[in-house]
């Protein structure tokens, strides 16, 4: 059978690009207009219904994963450094990634080219859940930021409102994820960085 039929694994198969972490890949799985979030099933690299959104959490942004990166031990060590504590772990996933672009872009499961500008540092029941915000490569307008301090305030509150939302369900007396800050375009290089190498030691080590 022709190898050529087969479509290389989002997570595994891509790399995360080379002139990364300047400039990398990005897989993207749900886009504005979806109603139901998307995720890569892990086995299989198909996207699966993770939920429905509610209405009032709809990504405001292009959202996946940058490929072959991993938050485990180092990932967690740039959290645990920054915010005073050692209890903090890695998420064990690719980390994420949101992509501003001025163009409408209707569906997910295709890989895009983008600068990361800056992140959020989030908490997911005490784990490293790093957001990473970048900006479509060439974009006519997101395009000239370079840093997260140049996005408007009123696009970085609806990220954040949709970050520290969008997994509570009712009746949640307290949100599963705490936002603890907001990290330039410095940090965010140095996170890709780390998540690379933890994705090298859990899958390309030789243990």
Not at 62 to 84: K, M, R, W
Not at 98 to 109: A, S, Y
Not at 120 to 148: P, S
């Amino acid at each position: 059978m022709n190898d050529h039929q087969f479509k290389a694994h989002p997570w595994h198969g891509i790399n995360a690009g080379s002139n990364a972490p300047q400039v990398v890949t990005c897989f993207i799985e749900i886009v504005p207009t979806d109603t139901v979030k998307y995720e890569v099933d892990k086995e299989t690299g198909y996207l699966s219904i993770d939920r429905p959104q509610k209405y009032s959490n709809i990504i405001p942004a292009l959202y996946g994963f940058i490929p072959q990166t991993y938050s485990a031990d180092l990932v967690a060590e740039l959290t645990n450094n920054e915010l005073g504590r050692t209890d903090i772990e890695g998420d064990n996933d690719p980390v994420d990634i949101c992509v501003l672009t001025e163009k409408d872009i209707t569906h997910g499961d295709i890989i895009v080219k983008a600068r990361p500008i800056g992140g959020f540092r989030l908490l997911d029941h005490n784990k490293a859940d790093d957001k990473l915000i970048a900006v479509l490569e060439n974009d006519a307008i997101y395009g000239a930021y370079k840093d997260i301090s140049d996005v408007p305030p009123m696009v970085i509150d609806r990220l954040k409102h949709y970050f520290t939302t969008y997994k509570d369900l009712p009746g949640d007396k307290s949100p599963r994820c705490i936002l603890t800050g907001t990290y330039d375009v410095k940090t965010a290089h140095e996170v890709i960085r780390r998540s690379i190498k933890d994705y090298d030691n859990k899958y390309r080590s030789d243990k």
